[in-house]
């Protein structure tokens, strides 16, 4: 697969745009996508498409006329974003963050930096990096001779239903309206401008990736966030943000699994997780007893039942852990989704 995808690079001459960090990589690639698909002929990773299969695959789309190519490189130990990257040969790098992520193989922040900043290892001189205003363990991993562009920090503004961030003396609306997005938004429009692609005018649609803040109704005037793709400490602290955003005065249920990969750090991580001003907590697995969480549970099946007793009509609820923890069935549970 690695060939195939190399060859098919070889081949084109559209330009690459390859997303790497320990959070919001998959949205931003999303909110990018729906930047650029009004202008130019695109190939953009599906959902999180990120490793040594998905980013061929993404490849693998690419037709004699596309003009950009959108791919999302996914690690979990030092040499893989290399990899990925001397297969994609990417024109701009974007690193989203760098954060408490993939510890238990990494050991340290300052190691999770080096291993993202592979990425800019890989680009060509004069490439662009797209990368935070503030992340200083990423600073001593910064080539020189890269064209490095700066976003961040999001001043937004919500009105009707969306989301406004301010870029380049305007503001630009997107139809979420969950904060945390108004980082992985700016990143993308700052890809947009590198690009020379034109910033919208209206309120931007975008269709994120499966299990990522993908928002259903629940009986009687409920909302289901279903968040259950994975987590780590920084996007935990998001979702929990959003989840109180969202709840309008209504009753909050955060359904929370463990958070995997963090190392002998792991208990502390679960621990310093604020779950204050959320009325009922469910933990899922044994980590998720740091949450001290009203009721625990030790699995996803366990949790589906409960959740069934516990949710009442109008409540908000999130569903957010681990990809190992699998958490979508209780998704699938509340919204009424029979089990394969």
């Not at 963050?97 to 993202?116: D, F, M, T």
Request: proline fraction near 6%; glycine fraction near 10%; charged fraction near 25%.
């Amino acid at each position: 697969m690695a060939a195939i995808g190399r060859a098919v690079r070889e081949s084109t001459r559209a330009r690459v745009v390859a997303i790497t960090g320990s959070v919001g990589k998959t949205s931003t690639k999303d909110i990018l996508a729906a930047l650029l698909r009004p202008h130019v002929r695109l190939v953009a990773a599906e959902d999180g498409f990120n490793n040594e299969l998905g980013l061929p695959l993404t490849l693998c789309r690419v037709e004699a006329d596309t003009e950009v190519v959108v791919t999302e490189m996914g690690m979990r130990g030092s040499g893989q974003i290399r990899a990925l990257a001397e297969i994609a040969r990417p024109d701009i790098g974007v690193i989203t963050a760098i954060a408490p992520v993939h510890l238990e193989l990494l050991g340290s922040i300052e190691n999770v930096a080096r291993a993202k900043a592979e990425l800019l290892d890989a680009l060509p001189p004069g490439g662009i990096a797209v990368l935070p205003a503030h992340a200083p363990e990423l600073e001593p991993f910064v080539p020189d001779g890269l064209d490095v562009r700066r976003f961040g920090p999001a001043t937004t503004h919500a009105r009707d239903g969306a989301l406004s961030v301010e870029f380049a003396g305007r503001e630009i609306a997107f139809a979420f309206t969950a904060r945390h997005q108004a980082e992985n938004a700016l990143a993308a429009l700052t890809v947009c401008e590198a690009l020379g692609v034109p910033l919208p005018e209206a309120a931007v649609e975008v269709s994120f990736s499966r299990l990522r803040s993908q928002e259903s109704e629940l009986p009687g005037g409920g909302l289901l966030i279903n968040d259950a793709w994975n987590a780590n400490p920084v996007a935990m602290r998001a979702a929990l943000e959003h989840l109180r955003d969202r709840a309008a005065g209504r009753r909050t249920v955060a359904i929370l699994g463990e958070m995997a990969e963090l190392g002998a750090d792991a208990p502390r991580f679960h621990a310093d997780l604020d779950t204050s001003g959320v009325d009922l907590v469910i933990g899922v697995g044994g980590l998720a007893r740091g949450y001290e969480p009203d009721t625990w549970v030790a699995d996803a099946s366990e949790a589906a039942s409960l959740a069934r007793e516990l949710v009442r009509p109008g409540d908000v609820v999130l569903v957010k852990g681990s990809r190992s923890v699998g958490l979508e069935i209780v998704a699938d549970a509340l919204s009424g989704v029979a089990a394969p």
